[in-house]
């Protein structure tokens, strides 16, 4: 029961650093997860953080595998709720007093404010990630290729992802 009140307790955390997305919440999931409770090793945590990447609806679904890893069908259900209940009460709240505040001159420089606040948590998150994920030469090879198709082009992303899932097995095979 412990252990399900403390998945419960990181999770609703980490639903409210969202702002901007998951990969927001990244740094502070990372440490949680893998520095404070040891309940995954940093490339579970990957492995699941790009298993949602891969999943359809929001990434974030990977909260509830983090769930089941440590405490099965009971922590996947309590992750899952604790991730997603603050944040819907939370952006349901504000969003009713937003419509309300449409004049008040305070609103644009509060949203140009958390889009900033986003681009920070998400760079935080993309650099975190990296660490762990761009082990070497090959690794980095593919982000580079990805970051430029997805630039360049209006490839769809599933495309990369298959493509590089496909060269992480080659190489795990024969490198």
């Known amino acids: 029961m412990k252990q399900l009140a403390e998945i419960g307790g990181v999770f609703a955390y980490l639903s409210l650093l969202t702002v901007g997305g998951g990969m927001a919440a990244f740094p502070e999931l990372k440490e949680l997860t893998v520095d404070v409770h040891h309940w995954l090793t940093f490339p579970e945590l990957l492995h699941y953080y790009s298993l949602g990447q891969l999943a359809p609806g929001p990434n974030m679904m990977m909260v509830a595998s983090v769930g089941a890893h440590v405490a099965g069908i009971a922590g996947a259900a309590v992750a899952l709720i604790a991730f997603l209940l603050p944040t819907g009460v939370l952006t349901f709240a504000v969003g009713r007093v937003w419509n309300r505040l449409a004049d008040w001159p305070w609103r644009a420089p509060i949203q140009l404010g958390l889009g900033?606040?986003?681009?920070g948590?998400?760079?935080?998150?993309?650099?975190?990630?990296?660490r762990g994920a761009l082990t070497n030469v090959v690794y980095v090879a593919i982000a580079a290729a990805v970051f430029g198709l997805l630039m360049l082009t209006k490839i769809n992303p599933a495309w990369p992802i298959i493509a590089s899932g496909a060269v992480g097995i080659v190489v795990h095979l024969f490198g």
Request: hydrophobic fraction near 80%; charge should be neutral; avoid cysteine.
């Open 116 to 119: 900033a606040v986003s681009v």
């Open 121 to 130: 948590l998400v760079l935080a998150g993309v650099i975190i990630m990296g």
